[in-house]
Structures are given as structure tokens and as C-alpha cells.
């Protein structure tokens, strides 16, 4: 399993970016998925997951409310939305795969994911 993050950048504060994770194997279906990100000098923390029917998902609290995940099980792609971007949120974004039997239950935590790609660095600057 091969996982491929993209849409990274430098984007002013109060931008948007979105995010893709594209799954290799054309199973993305088989996972929940997840967004993790770390911050200079800081450890990786969890930002959003979402279940493999898509239909439930999670947030950290800072990004509630401005972030959005979803997927596309037909292109093997997870999605961040970020909007409304703040400083604080630079950092570089992981997505994670957790191969799981059930439909509706989505992972907040590190330990629980199978699958890691290789980060895409987002930037907001003031």
C-alpha cells in the first residue's frame, strides 16, 4: 500500500488548501482513513479521520468547523479541505490508512493506522 500526498504549500492567513491522498492499490475502500500533521518542533498530531463508508469522520477541535474530510472510494482519494488557515496550522500533513472489517468507525489515534505516506508541507503565513 502505497499512499500519495499532495497539495501542499505556502498560502496567506484566512487561505484555502486541499489536500489529496491517493491510494495506489485502488483499495482505499478497505480503509478508514485519517490526517495527521506535525509542526516544527512538536509531535504529530491528530487532525481528521474518516470511515470507510465515508459517512462518519472525527476533527481535532482547533480545526472544527474549518476543515472538511471526505473521500472519493471511485478515485481512490482522500480529501482535506482547509479553509480559514491560521499560522498555528503549518505543519507538515500525513495521511494514514487503517485496513478495518467496519464501515462506519473512524481512528484518532496514531498507533491504530497500517499505512503512512510521506507528508506534504503546508505553510500560513501572516
Known amino acids: 500500500v502505497q499512499l500519495q500526498a499532495s497539495g501542499g504549500g505556502l498560502v496567506q492567513a484566512g487561505g484555502s488548501l486541499r489536500l489529496s491522498c491517493e491510494e495506489s492499490?485502488?483499495?482505499?475502500?478497505?480503509?478508514?482513513m485519517g490526517w495527521f500533521r506535525q509542526a516544527p518542533g512538536k509531535e504529530r498530531e491528530f487532525v481528521a479521520a474518516?470511515?470507510?463508508?465515508?459517512?462518519?469522520?472525527d476533527y481535532v477541535a482547533s480545526v472544527k468547523g474549518r476543515f472538511t474530510i471526505s473521500r472519493d472510494n471511485a478515485k481512490n482519494t482522500v480529501y482535506l479541505q482547509m479553509n480559514s488557515l491560521k499560522p498555528e496550522d503549518t505543519a507538515v500533513y500525513y495521511c494514514?490508512?487503517?485496513?478495518?472489517?467496519?464501515?462506519?468507525?473512524?481512528?484518532?489515534?496514531?498507533?491504530?493506522?497500517?499505512?503512512w505516506g510521506q507528508g506534504t508541507l503546508v505553510t500560513v503565513s501572516s
Open positions: 494514514a490508512a487503517k485496513r478495518t472489517g467496519y464501515s462506519y468507525t473512524y481512528y484518532s489515534a496514531e498507533y491504530e493506522y497500517d499505512y
Open positions: 492499490g485502488r483499495s482505499v475502500r478497505t480503509y478508514a
Open positions: 474518516i470511515s470507510r463508508s465515508g459517512g462518519m469522520f
